[in-house]
Structures are given as C-alpha cells and as structure tokens.
C-alpha cells in the first residue's frame, strides 16, 4: 500500500480544515451569533467536500490500480466542486439571516489553511 501521500498526512490536514472551520466560528462569534453560524457554514463549505475527495480519492492505491486511482481522483474532483457549489446554494436559499462576509471569509480561511497544513506536514 503505497501512494504519493502518505494518508496519515492527508487526514491531518483534513484535521487542521475542520479545526479552522471551528475557530473561524469563534472568532466570529465575537461579532454575532449570525456571524458564527455563517462563518461555520462557511468552513463546513470548504472542509466537507475536501473530506469527500480525500476519502475518494484515497480509496485505492499500488500500481496494479492505477486506472482507479486516476479515476477515483477525477470523480472526486468532481464531486467536490458539486458539492462545494450545492452547499452554497443550498445557503443563499435556506439559511436567514446570513453574513455573508463571514461566510465567505471562512471558507477562504478554511481554503487557504489547505495550503498552510499541507506545508507544515510536508506534503
């Protein structure tokens, strides 16, 4: 079972998303309570379907899989950007009262912290 990543590293920047999703709700949540909900919202958003393609993605690994492996990385791919767009949807639909600087600051917060957890776990 090898692959280019070693999953104990993946799931620790899932790890560190979910956390980020958490303090930018308490950070937040200093504002308002609807500030806390949206920017929790907003994390979920981001952290969710990164969680969905993490575990599509990871599913199958080794040489002799490799046409799944690429595979699974594509419909991964693509899952997540339909979910990720589902979610806010679904948001600007459902959710009232919404701060929507809040919502999109998290899941930027939550975006950018990908970049940052990958760097400190040497990914």
């Given at each position: 079972m090898s692959?280019?990543?070693p999953r104990?590293?993946?799931?620790?920047?899932?790890?560190?998303?979910?956390?980020?999703?958490?303090l930018s709700a308490v950070v937040a949540w200093l504002h308002s309570d609807v500030a806390?909900?949206?920017?929790?919202?907003?994390?979920l958003t981001c952290a969710i379907p990164s969680a969905y393609f993490v575990w599509r993605a990871f599913r199958?690994?080794?040489?002799?899989?490799?046409?799944?492996?690429?595979?699974?990385?594509y419909q991964g791919e693509a899952w997540k950007f339909m979910?990720?767009?589902l979610s806010f949807a679904v948001i600007f639909v459902r959710v009232e009262?919404?701060?929507?600087?809040?919502?999109?600051?998290?899941?930027?917060?939550?975006?950018?912290g990908h970049l940052a957890s990958a760097r400190i776990t040497n990914l």
């Open positions: 692959s280019i990543f104990q590293a993946v799931y620790k920047v899932m790890f560190v998303q979910f956390g980020l999703t958490a806390a909900k949206s920017a929790l919202l907003g994390g199958y690994s080794g040489a002799r899989m490799a046409d799944k492996v690429v595979q699974s990385l979910l990720t767009a009262p919404l701060n929507v600087p809040a919502l999109f600051i998290a899941f930027m917060t939550v975006q950018l």
